[in-house]
């Protein structure tokens, strides 16, 4: 079984009713008042937000946020352990593209329609993003590069991210997401010695001559 739903699992029998109805209180801005309604458990909640694209495996942002208000150290500490073995059996690449991501998130703001573009998300797509998250930049954006990172597949990675923000002129935000790679192949270059990084074949650290 999926361990995200196993932990959503784990996390719904733990909850109180009083619980699920602080949650329910808390997420009526992102749940319509039917499926609240007919939320009988917080795993129910939990279901609409998978849907919604609002909660997965990469985005437990919210989840944490949500047991937070609740005071549960229990649940979080659930949530703790799940995101460490979620990391420790990542990919490095794929670490290192979710570390891009949040970069990206944090710092592209307003401009996020132009990096749409020119990573080739449809306009209709843009529409749709933008009808989904109409006041939540953040949102707006961590739902474009999901898009992208659907769309691309296999082919998602973090030079192609650099590429369009410096196409767009984001070179601030581009050179962040480099300084963070290296630091990253430099701590994994550390705690393996012996390992080949990527680094390692012709790139140089940022700023470097």
Known sequence: MDPFLVLLHSVSVGLSSSDLTQLKF???????????ELAQSGLDLFTVLL???ELSAERTVLLRELLGSLRREDLLCLLDDFE???EAGAAP????LQAAIE????????????????LRVSEIKIEAIEEKYPRNLVE???ELLRVWKNSAREDAAVSC???ALRGCQLNVVADLIEEDQWAQARQRRSANPGSLMA??????APGAS
């Open 26 to 36: 808390l997420c009526r801005n992102r749940v319509s008042k039917r499926k609240l």
């Open 51 to 53: 849907e919604q694209n």
């Open 84 to 86: 460490r073995r979620a």
């Open 93 to 96: 690449e794929e670490r290192d």
């Open 103 to 118: 970069i990206i998130c944090d710092n592209v703001g307003k401009d996020w329609k132009r990096l749409a573009r020119r």
């Open 140 to 142: 707006q954006v961590r």
């Open 161 to 163: 991210l650099v590429s």
């Open 199 to 204: 680094w390692d074949s012709g790139s140089a």
